[in-house]
């Protein structure tokens, strides 16, 4: 089946999407998106995804170019089209095309794109083995509440990941962590209990760490949401990931230094499962 993605209300071959080189997107980074996680065929936590988006773009002051229920609609329209059961529908809306000024435009339109990206992610590799991660420091700006597509920061540190042997990147400041470069980060301490941090402008709030948080609560998980330094990272008994395209994601490693026995631990496994289990019930996942 080809690939198909949709550009400003139409669904197109990738090759026919165009974007003229004088959108705010590609020019400011002017814009946001929303990344929305697909199992068996299903949009996974889609209303807590398009409300998120519903805030980026009030942050930015771009008005919502659809309600949820067109956004749904035409979220469903591209997975069916693209026949995708597993995988990651990406969504973005940048100010639109204007002569380059840094001021908003007093006319034009947004841009709106999404496309689609099959991958495996219940039996992916990661969330069965577990991952390496480097901490780095966070270089990105003050609005991290806001999922601006102005990434640079996240693709350098990455990157810096990748070289080093790892395959994420937690961000560090002021001695604590804030969050991975596409992810929400967690450790489970001693004790049991998991830790993370609290919302603030400092994080993205992760659409996956609030089910996870929830699916914890009901499941009688200790949670502790405060700050977490490197060196207690480094001395946990098991430490993960979430994100809505990896779901949870055992943590190894940090800089080189086995977390626990260096094994994806046991409440890690059982929040793995908790949120597949979510995931995978029709009457939550948003259909
Ligand atoms: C910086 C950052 N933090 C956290 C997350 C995880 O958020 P979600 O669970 O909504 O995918 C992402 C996802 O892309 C991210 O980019």
Known sequence: MSRIVFLNGSFLPPEEAKVPIMDRGFLFADGVYEGVGVLDGRLIDNEAHLERLERSLREIRIDNPYSRNEWTRLEQELVRRNGMTEGFVYLQVTRGVAERDFFFPQEGKPTVMM???????????????????????????????????????QVLAK?????????????????????????????????????????????????????????????????????????EAY??????????????VPIVSIDGRPIGDGKPGPITRRLQELYLQMAREPAIAAE
Not at 115 to 139: E, R
Not at 235 to 248: D, Y
């Open 235 to 248: 001395g946990a008994a098991e430490a993960f990931l979430t994100s809505a395209s990896n779901f949870v």
């Open 159 to 231: 990157q810096a990941a990748k070289e080093a042997g790892a395959q994420e990147a937690w961000m560090v400041e002021n001695g604590y962590v804030t969050e991975g470069g596409s992810s929400s980060g967690f450790i489970v301490t001693k004790a049991g209990s998991i830790v993370v941090r609290p919302l603030s402008h400092a994080i993205l709030p992760g659409i996956t760490r609030q089910s996870l948080l929830r699916l914890s609560k009901e499941d009688g998980v200790t949670l502790e949401e405060r700050l977490f330094t490197v060196e």
């Open 115 to 153: 496309f689609t990206q099959t991958k495996s992610i219940a039996n992916a590799p990661a969330a069965k083995n577990g991952i390496s991660v480097i901490t780095v420091p966070d270089q990105r700006w003050e609005r991290r509440d806001i999922k601006s597509i102005a990434l640079l920061a």
